[in-house]
Each structure stands twice: as structure tokens, then as C-alpha cells.
């Protein structure tokens, strides 16, 4: 039996020696791509529920690694919050977002809002009232263009600072969403005091549109009160017509999801705005 027990410990440390040295691989890895060029930003459109129009895009990093390919978010953005890359990695998705939709204004395509995320270490240790004009007056891309996407845990994990910032923000007429609705803790009366624009429904509440009562029920309340609040409310994950049927019915505002298009490289958004 103490054989056994050592074999396992043993299993286990090198289990766990492992995890940390691909771990600390991967960080070394990323820190790389940020100045070796390899990230990317993807468009996902985001469309006008009552006439079907594209109005906006909500830019997604991808890290394009020379060796393993294109690598989605979920891999490596816990990992960059985790070890503070993601201010690093946020700023450059900022900017490169406002560089190219200054391209594409200057270029005579229908004037369009881009949506960014903002991390919580990014909103909460970076600079980032200062960090958005700056690169703002770089880009000249229009502020009233630019939309700022927080989540709750960001927003409530410093609530005075957070009001603050927000009104800082819409100070120089940028746009605020809060998003994944409805997964954190935030109440009504939290709510109320954000200065928010646009209430983004997380998609686990889009997802069993129309088979789960529940789900229903909450994303139909989700929109009346975006609404009673003054807030545009906006769909996530909408993947099929059904879901978009019962949105519309409920009076959503926009929505984003595969059925009208995923996330997109910059020339291939652009190829779909022209077509339309
Ligand atoms: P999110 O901000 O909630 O972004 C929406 C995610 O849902 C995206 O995944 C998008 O591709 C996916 N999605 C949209 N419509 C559909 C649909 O109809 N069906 C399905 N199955 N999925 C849909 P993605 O691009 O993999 O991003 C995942 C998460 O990674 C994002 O969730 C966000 O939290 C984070 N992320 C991505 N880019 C950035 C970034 O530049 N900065 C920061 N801080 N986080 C980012
Ligand atoms: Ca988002
Ligand atoms: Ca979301
Ligand atoms: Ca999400």
C-alpha cells in the first residue's frame, strides 16, 4: 500500500510539474505574440433586430500562432488576466480596432459601432480613461463610434471607482454595454447607478429559446427592464430563427450570433458589409 501511495504522489507531482511548465510555456509564448504580430482581430456582426441591418461589430482577439494555428480566446485569455498580459493584450485590440475602423470610415462604408472588451484587470489597474483618448486622437476614430464592453464582476468589484470611470467615459461620448447579463450578481439597484447604454443577454439564456419556459421568461424580463432602465438590449448567441422570432416579439433591440454570421476576419466583414 506505501508503494502504491508514493507511485501516486509521485504521479501527481509530475502531473503537476507538468501542468505548471506547459503553463508557464504557454505565458512565455503569449507575451511573444503580442510583439511578434500574431494576434488578430475578428468582427462579429451586430444587427438591428427590426430591419435586419448591420449597425456594428464586436472585435474578438485570436491569437494566430505559427505552429499550433489559429487559437480561440478560451485559451489563452484566463491565462493573460491571470498574469497581467491582458493589458498589454487589451490595449492592442483597442487600437487595432479603432485603426480599422477608421480605415473602413475613410474608406465610405456604412458608419458603423465597433464594440471592444474590456478586461477587469484592465478596467480596475490600467489607466484606461487616459489609455481610450489616447488612442482615440491617434486613430481618429470618432468616440461616439467606440463601445466599451464590461462585465459585472468588473463593475462591482469597485463600484465608486467603476461609476466614476463610466462617467468619465461617456464624458468623451463613448459607449457603455455591460456584458453576459444576467451570469453575475448585479441587482436593479446596481444597475441603475452604472451609466450604462446597451445590455447584452448572455447567450445561456438565448440558447434554449423556445424550450425552456424559464429561459424565456428570463431573457423577456432581462429586455423590459434594460428597458424601464433606458438601456438598448442586446441578444447574444442567437443561432437560429426561431430565437430571433421570440427576441423580436419581445421587443430586443439588436442581436449578435451564427445566424447571421460568427466572428470574421477584418477582409471578410468588410466583404459582407459591402454585399449588403
Ligand atoms: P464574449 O465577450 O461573451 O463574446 C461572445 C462569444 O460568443 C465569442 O466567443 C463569440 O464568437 C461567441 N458567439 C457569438 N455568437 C455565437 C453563437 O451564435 N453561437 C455560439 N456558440 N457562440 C457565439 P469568442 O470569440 O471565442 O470569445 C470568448 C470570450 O473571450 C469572449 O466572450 C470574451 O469574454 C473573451 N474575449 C474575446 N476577445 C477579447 C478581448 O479582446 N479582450 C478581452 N478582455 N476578452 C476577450
Ligand atoms: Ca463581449
Ligand atoms: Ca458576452
Ligand atoms: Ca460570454
Request: hydrophobic content about 30%; proline content about 8%; aromatic content about 16%.
Given at each position: 500500500a506505501k508503494k502504491q501511495g508514493r507511485s501516486t504522489y509521485r504521479f501527481y507531482t509530475d502531473a503537476l510539474t507538468r501542468a505548471a511548465g506547459e503553463h508557464l510555456e504557454l505565458e512565455i509564448r503569449l507575451r511573444h505574440a503580442i510583439g511578434a504580430n500574431q494576434l488578430r482581430v475578428y468582427y462579429q456582426p451586430q444587427v438591428d433586430?427590426?430591419?435586419?441591418?448591420?449597425v456594428g461589430a464586436e472585435a474578438l482577439v485570436r491569437w494566430q500562432d505559427p505552429e499550433r494555428g489559429l487559437i480561440q480566446p478560451v485559451n489563452f485569455i484566463q491565462l493573460a488576466e491571470e498574469t497581467g498580459l491582458i493589458g498589454a493584450i487589451g490595449e492592442w485590440v483597442l487600437r487595432e480596432t479603432c485603426r480599422q475602423g477608421a480605415q473602413w470610415i475613410a474608406a465610405g462604408l456604412p458608419f458603423l459601432t465597433l464594440a471592444v472588451n474590456l478586461s477587469p484587470h484592465q478596467f480596475m489597474r490600467g489607466n484606461i480613461v487616459e489609455l481610450v483618448s489616447k488612442v482615440l486622437t491617434e486613430t481618429?476614430?470618432?468616440?461616439?463610434?467606440l463601445e466599451l464592453e464590461l462585465t459585472e464582476s468588473a463593475l462591482m468589484a469597485q463600484e465608486e471607482d467603476a461609476v466614476k470611470m463610466l462617467h468619465l467615459l461617456r464624458a468623451q461620448d463613448i459607449r457603455l454595454a455591460i456584458d453576459?447579463?444576467?451570469?453575475?450578481?448585479?441587482s436593479l439597484a446596481y444597475l441603475k447607478r452604472f451609466p450604462l447604454d446597451i445590455l447584452k443577454i448572455d447567450k445561456s439564456f438565448v440558447d434554449d429559446i423556445p424550450f425552456h419556459q424559464d429561459d424565456m421568461e428570463i431573457a423577456a424580463t432581462i429586455i423590459a427592464m434594460g428597458h424601464t432602465l433606458g438601456f438598448k438590449v442586446l441578444a447574444e448567441g442567437v443561432e437560429t430563427a426561431e430565437q430571433l422570432g421570440f427576441l423580436q416579439a419581445k421587443g430586443c433591440d439588436l442581436y449578435q450570433g451564427?445566424?447571421?454570421?460568427?466572428p470574421l476576419p477584418a477582409a471578410e466583414f468588410e466583404k459582407l458589409l459591402r454585399k449588403k
Open positions: 433586430i427590426a430591419n435586419g441591418h448591420i481618429g476614430f470618432p468616440a461616439d463610434r453576459d447579463f444576467g451570469t453575475g450578481y448585479s451564427y445566424l447571421t454570421s460568427p
